[in-house]
């Protein structure tokens, strides 16, 4: 897997997806028309991406009205390696060209450089950069207990003693005569 120390705009763009994706939550489907232009990314370029992502079942979709595309797993369980190492063998390479590199001091300093990437990569996942989810708010006894100031109970909500149509106006005046 080569890496070129440099990570790729497609790979970059798969990770804004997935991100973006996961903020939407497991349940939820997005479709690609609806993802293109959020993240300003052309259609043809998405498909792409969600095709290779799909591929590596970091997504999957489904067809229909409500369709689309969601995340597999829990964000918790995607790394941003697992992305990125989805787009690397999706290229043509494997862990085995790594470790297949001629062992010159130049190609030692690539590969220790590029196993810190990986690793690095490794120690985030989609979770960290996504919130799927509302903060849980603690429950109303605990505002009970420790707030000294009630809110008050709204108003019942005044509903007007009228009429709903001309036809109805005559019958509404002679009660209000009696």
Request: aromatic share 8%; with cysteine; net charge neutral.
């Amino acid at each position: 897997m080569d890496l070129s120390l440099i990570i790729s705009k497609k790979i970059r763009l798969a990770v804004d997806v997935c991100i973006f994706i996961a903020s939407r939550g497991r349940s939820c489907h997005i479709t690609s028309l609806e993802l293109s232009p959020k993240l300003g990314i052309s259609t043809s370029t998405l498909e792409n991406i969600l095709k290779t992502l799909k591929a590596s079942r970091l997504i999957d979709s489904s067809k229909g009205p409500g369709g689309g595309f969601k995340i597999c797993r829990h964000p918790t369980t995607i790394s941003i390696w697992d992305i990125v190492a989805a787009f690397s063998v999706a290229d043509g390479g494997d862990d085995a060209e790594i470790r297949s590199v001629k062992r010159t001091q130049l190609a030692s300093y690539e590969l220790a450089l590029q196993e810190v990437v990986a690793q690095t990569l490794r120690s985030f996942s989609l979770a960290d950069f996504s919130y799927p989810e509302e903060p849980e708010l603690p429950d109303a006894a605990f505002y009970s207990s420790s707030n000294p100031f009630r809110l008050m109970s709204p108003e019942p909500s005044i509903i007007p003693n009228a009429p709903n149509s001309v036809f109805e106006l005559a019958a509404f005046l002679n009660v209000k005569k009696t």
